[in-house]
């Protein structure tokens, strides 16, 4: 915690830049169909002026929360930031239910700028409020929007919400891009430990080694995806055109093989430092400790070297499932399956609906491994210096 008498320039400017743009843009679009532009809606006229002037006098009030940032105060800006998020997805439901047309039954809703930009500056003002004033509490407004969404579409309360009806039409795509897309990051992880690891070990154990290893890692990080995944397409091709045990696997130019190679070439780098520095920063004193005990070399390594070097080495591992899952969906443009598929087949339509039906499953898997994994970490840490 860091007490403050002073101004959170942060909160304020982020509460006043909001309640501007919410006034000036539109909340929400409302559309006869998925073919005909929706027609937007500003603030009061989506909500109510109600609904309007009681958002507006929330952000007022953080502002002047933050306008003397103290302790208290941030604790208030807290709790009123989570009533804020809480509000979003009540607002669409209220959005639906007080301009859709019966007699319309195509029709669609589609967030605007207001609300798009609200998730963005609330999840500012959250990681802005959790470096001043740490703990858990700031997890309330998040698991408030999560929960409220979740009951909103079980309900059927959002069905009309154009992402929701994009996904009516393609649910079962959906899951199977989820699979293919776990199963993709998966595969990489999966490979780039294994391979990661025992080039970590060769580099501890032959340092000559280090100096090439890294400069070929560090050369593959260069060549841009979509770069390797050309290069790659003409070599799989004639390597399956030369064996039928490949062409079994179903390797091929095109799909989960270049896709999968790409990925462990772009995960390796992270993988091999984080292991190497992990294994080389355990104390010394430590390792002679336990050499004293008469410990062998496996014993050494499986018993001590490694449960200490674990939290910096699932830092590596954080990096790289982030990373894999976000190129995973690049991945779609040489035929792998993942949540790209939606994302590139949108862009070609000029539907963003469908864009964003493969982008936000996309961020919320990078949202979920970057929590799991920093959480593992963290946990390992503690135990470590207990």
Excluded: C, K
Excluded at 187 to 192: E, I, M, P, V
Excluded at 303 to 328: D, F, K, M, N, Y
């Amino acid at each position: 915690m860091q007490p403050s008498n002073r101004r959170n320039p942060v909160l304020l400017s982020l509460a006043l830049l909001l309640l501007a743009g919410l006034w000036l843009g539109d909340l929400a679009s409302l559309a006869a169909n998925r073919i005909v532009p929706g027609q937007g809606h500003g603030l009061s006229d989506a909500l109510g002026l109600p609904w309007a002037l009681s958002l507006s006098a929330a952000l007022l009030a953080l502002a002047a929360l933050a306008w003397r940032a103290e302790p208290h105060h941030l604790r208030l800006a807290q709790g009123l930031l989570a009533l804020l998020l809480a509000q979003l997805p009540l607002a669409l439901a209220w959005f639906a239910a007080r301009h859709l047309d019966p007699a319309l039954p195509q029709a669609r809703i589609a967030p605007g700028f207001g609300v798009w930009s609200q998730l963005f500056v609330y999840g500012l003002m959250l990681i802005e409020l959790r470096q001043r004033l740490g703990g858990r509490l700031w997890l309330i407004g998040p698991l408030l929007l999560l929960l409220l969404s979740a009951a909103l579409i079980a309900s059927g309360a959002w069905d009309s919400l154009a992402l929701m009806r994009e996904y009516a039409g393609r649910s079962r795509q959906f899951w199977q891009a989820l699979g293919g897309h776990l199963a993709l990051v998966g595969g990489t992880l999966a490979l780039s430990l294994g391979l990661g690891f025992a080039l970590a070990l060769t580099i501890g154990r032959w340092p000559r080694t280090q100096a090439a290893l890294y400069g070929l890692l560090n050369l593959l990080q260069t060549i841009p995806s979509l770069a390797l995944f050309g290069l790659l397409i003409p070599v799989l091709s004639y390597l399956a055109t030369q064996s039928a045990a490949l062409q079994a696997l179903g390797v091929r130019g095109i799909g989960w093989a270049p896709a999968l190679l790409a990925l462990v070439a772009y995960s390796l780098l992270p993988v091999v430092r984080n292991t190497q520095v992990a294994l080389q920063q355990v104390d010394a004193a430590v390792l002679e400790a336990a050499r004293g005990m008469g410990m062998s070399r496996y014993q050494l390594f499986t018993r001590v070297r490694l449960p200490l070097a674990l939290p910096v080495i699932l830092e590596g591992v954080r990096i790289t499932s982030i990373q894999a899952i976000g190129l995973a969906a690049v991945a779609a443009l040489v035929g792998a399956q993942g949540f790209g598929t939606f994302i590139f087949q949108g862009l070609g339509q000029g539907a963003m609906d469908l864009v964003l039906l493969g982008a936000l499953p996309t961020i919320a898997l990078a949202l979920l491994a970057d929590a799991l994994f920093g959480a593992l970490a963290h946990v390992l840490t503690r135990r470590r210096q207990a």
